[in-house]
């Protein structure tokens, strides 16, 4: 009979260290699954800020109104100042034309060159979003890959639509937060509903 019981204490035993065991690990993995997460969430975050500046950056120095007058402007004294030198040097005004068109197309050349170069900057961040966006795209949270989806698109957005990356990045954040917080276990919910059993009565 003392085999028994020692038999069946030991089994008991065995039984609460490999069940300890494995909530251990599952804990730890759990911990570890939402460090990820949250190391993913910040490096979308940063990458989707990084493309709007450089987008935006690009908007201010290239595309806007002030930059395609002063392009413009350039161009006029490029031609006037080539029309003016080719007639110092005796040429005819047909040359005198030409040689200030020649000084125009330059001048934009080159402006165009510049805009070009500085718009090939921003594939760096674009390949940033993009690596952060892929690992949580899979994420096995649905909210959470919908919400990557819908904020990668707005950060790609063309238009300046601050609103639509400000809506999209907040609610990629709740979904992230939804994500990261622990599930209770069925004892911790049959707890909560006692209390609020016992609160309203």
Do not use: C
């Amino acid at each position: 009979m003392e085999k028994l019981i020692d038999l069946l204490v030991n089994a008991t035993v065995a039984f609460l260290a490999w069940r300890l065991a494995n909530l251990s690990r599952d804990r730890a993995d759990r911990e570890a699954e939402k460090a990820t997460l949250r190391a993913q969430a910040d490096a979308l975050t940063v990458a989707v800020i990084d493309l709007r500046q450089a987008a935006a950056t690009n908007r201010i120095l290239w595309e806007g109104p002030a930059e395609r007058g002063r392009s413009f402007l350039l161009a006029l004294l490029s031609y006037a100042g080539g029309v003016a030198r080719a007639q110092a040097l005796g040429a005819s005004d047909r040359l005198a034309l030409t040689a200030g068109l020649g000084n125009a197309a330059e001048t934009l050349a080159g402006d165009r060159r510049a805009s070009k170069e500085h718009i090939a900057t921003v594939r760096e961040p674009l390949l940033r979003l993009a690596t952060a966006a892929a690992p949580l795209l899979r994420h096995q949270d649905e909210n959470v890959a919908a919400a990557t989806n819908a904020l990668t698109a707005a950060a790609l957005a063309e238009a300046e639509d601050t609103t639509r990356v400000e809506t999209a990045l907040a609610a990629f954040e709740n979904a992230v937060r939804a994500a990261l917080e622990p599930t209770p276990s069925r004892w911790a919910r049959l707890r909560r509903r006692g209390r609020r059993a016992t609160t309203g009565a």
